[in-house]
């Protein structure tokens, strides 16, 4: 199975001298791509230096729209999507590619370690794959624990962007107009939306604590008052259009008590505590129609009608 890693980089040349180089040395080898995002630094320098492939987009793009250009550049059988802040272990490849081997596998979730730069580990998970519960709201699994937790690996409802294994039929899959990520979306929460997607598909994703990284999170339940008030609004935003894409009746109907409980709560929130997300309504409600396309488009090829929300790993 040839695999692809897609390493992005946005101007993040001191990551990358880390992060590249740990990519390279994974056996089995792989293709590896930099996805250059109109970066002003030495990004292309570095590519060429490791013999990586250099794939330069200009002008700058969203995360999204960056990624989905990346992968309609690249082939593999297999592709890791990788930010250049995380910083794979030897092995990471191996372990993850060997979780394939079961067809009905589409996606492979590590284990993130947190780090605050570039060989400073916390010994605390990042992230042992993601979540989404019955309030529709998106997590990381494990966030803070410590970091010898999550040891068994199991099935899990989605992968964290920072570092994601997929099966390419299953990205084609997926692809609703040509965009296996949602570029209305942007950034936040469209690795969550691919997910849920992928498992409205029949996809399952596994857990495979042997393929371990480091990553520095920029987003997290610990940083997110450091966060501008631009990306809290489409993070908040962009957790409707994933329901509006991705919602089935019955899982709907199932929910509805917690779902509703949650939207009292965050309104609460956001007069009391963050009115500037106000807004995101808006922004919500402009969005509608053509996250409404992309729901009939997904609707024609959806195999499961309820979800396996919340699951994830045992601890």
């Given at each position: 199975m040839k695999t692809t890693v897609l390493l992005l980089s946005v101007d993040e040349a001191p990551l990358l001298a880390h992060?590249?180089?740990?990519?390279?040395?994974q056996e089995p080898r792989a293709e590896v791509v930099v996805l250059d995002n109109a970066s002003s630094d030495g990004t292309g320098?570095?590519?060429?230096?490791?013999?990586?492939?250099?794939?330069?987009?200009?002008?700058?793009?969203?995360y999204a729209a960056a990624i989905n250009e990346g992968l309609r550049s690249t082939g593999g059988d297999a592709v890791l999507l990788l930010n250049a802040d995380?910083?794979?272990?030897?092995?990471?490849?191996?372990?993850?590619?060997?979780?394939?081997?079961?067809?009905?596998?589409?996606?492979?979730?590590?284990?993130?370690?947190?780090?605050?730069?570039?060989g400073a580990e916390l010994d605390q998970i990042d992230a042992a794959g993601m979540?989404?519960?019955?309030?529709?709201?998106?997590?990381?699994?494990?966030?803070?624990?410590?970091?010898?937790?999550f040891a068994r690996a199991g099935p899990c409802f989605g992968a964290d962007g920072a570092a994601a294994l997929y099966r390419r039929r299953t990205l084609e899959q997926c692809a609703l107009?040509?965009?296996?990520?949602?570029?209305d979306m942007e950034l936040w929460?469209?690795?969550?939306?691919?997910?849920?997607?992928?498992?409205?598909?029949?996809?399952?994703?596994?857990?495979?604590?042997?393929?371990?990284?480091?990553?520095?999170?920029?987003?997290?339940p610990a940083t997110r008052p450091a966060i501008s008030e631009r990306d809290r609004r489409i993070q908040f935003r962009n957790r409707y259009l994933m329901?509006?894409?991705?919602?089935?009746?019955?899982?709907?109907?199932?929910?509805?008590?917690?779902?509703?409980?949650?939207e009292l709560l965050a309104l609460g929130h956001v007069l009391l505590r963050e009115r500037?997300?106000?807004?995101?309504?808006?922004?919500?409600?402009?969005?509608?129609?053509?996250?409404?396309?992309?729901?009939?488009?997904?609707?024609?090829?959806?195999?499961v009608e309820l979800p396996p929300f919340g699951l994830r790993p045992a601890a």
């Open positions: 992060s590249l180089p740990a990519a390279v040395a320098e570095l590519a060429e230096r490791h013999g990586a492939r250099h794939l330069r987009l200009h002008p700058r793009r969203s995380c910083f794979l272990r030897p092995g990471f490849l191996a372990a993850t590619r060997e979780c394939l081997r079961d067809e009905a596998v589409g996606s492979v979730a590590p284990k993130l370690v947190r780090m605050s730069g570039p979540f989404v519960d019955r309030w529709r709201k998106n997590g990381l699994v494990g966030f803070g624990r410590p970091a010898n937790a107009a040509g965009e296996v990520l949602d570029e929460v469209s690795d969550a939306d691919l997910a849920w997607r992928a498992q409205l598909l029949g996809w399952r994703c596994a857990y495979e604590p042997r393929a371990v990284a480091g990553h520095i999170r920029s987003y997290s329901m509006v894409k991705n919602e089935t009746r019955a899982s709907l109907l199932r929910d509805a008590p917690w779902i509703l409980t949650y500037h997300l106000l807004a995101a309504y808006g922004d919500a409600r402009r969005a509608l129609p053509a996250a409404r396309r992309r729901r009939r488009l997904l609707a024609a090829r959806r195999r």
